[in-house]
């Protein structure tokens, strides 16, 4: 006769708990390097991201084997490896909508010579996806990868455009709507134009982030009208009327065409 077997006792949540707090840990440390867009001293991060020194060191060591993350080994800086693209691109791949709004940035700054990105959200703020430079000199501090307060654009009023006040409203702290400026935008104001932007082709807010260009943002959707996207113009302010309804017109029918 076989021996008894004790069943199996399963796993608890604090037996699995350590396991949750590395991977915290691989986020913050991901979400650091990104932050700082440039290779990072392995000695600064643990304070950077407030971990143990040990601990940060072995999961640097880990990542850096899978490929995932790179150290030189002159200084030991910490950068982004080369599976990281391999992941993003997987994704563009498997995205669709966001694939063909790249193509469409790209085409349309070609086109009409002036600067135009693909936004998305990403908790409270508002990520440029893809960006593409126009030809005139118009200097702007975004580009691809940065994420900005969702107030702060005319992408995070379309975003939000089918959301409840109160869904709105407990998204943001106190200082996302400090403008870089140190003007505040009221939160009852931005709750208005989020859903002021729900019936409109696109939005436009003009002089938020600097004091010399304005943005155009119009809806990019999926299959059930929800809205996944944003692509835009960042225009001068001294932009002519009839010039900026041209590009209003093209970046409708651009936002069309890539919606599924």
């Known amino acids: 006769m076989d021996p008894e077997v004790k069943p199996t006792k399963p796993k608890t949540r604090q037996a699995q708990a350590p396991r949750e707090r590395g991977l915290d840990r691989v986020i913050k440390l991901f979400s650091y390097l990104h932050s700082m867009r440039r290779p990072v001293r392995l000695a600064e991060i643990p304070k950077g991201i407030d971990a143990p020194r040990s601990t940060i060191y072995s999961l640097v060591g880990i990542l850096a084997e899978a490929g995932i993350l790179e150290v030189n080994g002159d200084d030991n800086r910490v950068s982004f490896g080369k599976l990281m693209y391999i992941y993003g691109s997987s994704y563009l791949r498997e995205n669709s909508t966001l694939e063909r709004g790249k193509n469409a940035v790209d085409r349309l700054a070609e086109q009409t010579g002036e600067t ?120 001068p302010l001294d932009i002519p009327s009839s010039r900026k309804s041209e590009l209003e017109d093209e970046l409708i029918a651009t936002a069309h065409k890539i919606s599924i």
Request: charged content about 20%; overall charge negative.
């Open 116 to 235: 135009c990105e693909l936004c998305v959200r990403h908790n409270n703020r508002q990520l440029i996806v893809h960006t593409a430079l126009g030809s005139r000199p118009l200097r702007i501090s975004s580009e691809a990868g940065s994420e900005i307060p969702l107030p702060w654009t005319a992408s995070g009023r379309v975003l939000l455009s089918s959301w409840s006040e109160r869904e709105i409203k407990e998204l943001f702290e106190a200082n996302d709507y400090i403008l870089p400026n140190q003007r505040a935008i009221d939160p009852d104001s931005f709750v208005t134009e989020c859903h002021s932007a729900k019936s409109m082709s696109t939005f436009t807010t003009v002089g938020l982030i600097n004091s010399f260009s304005q943005c155009i943002a119009a809806p990019v959707t999926d299959a059930s009208g929800n809205i996944e996207a944003t692509i835009c113009f960042v225009l």
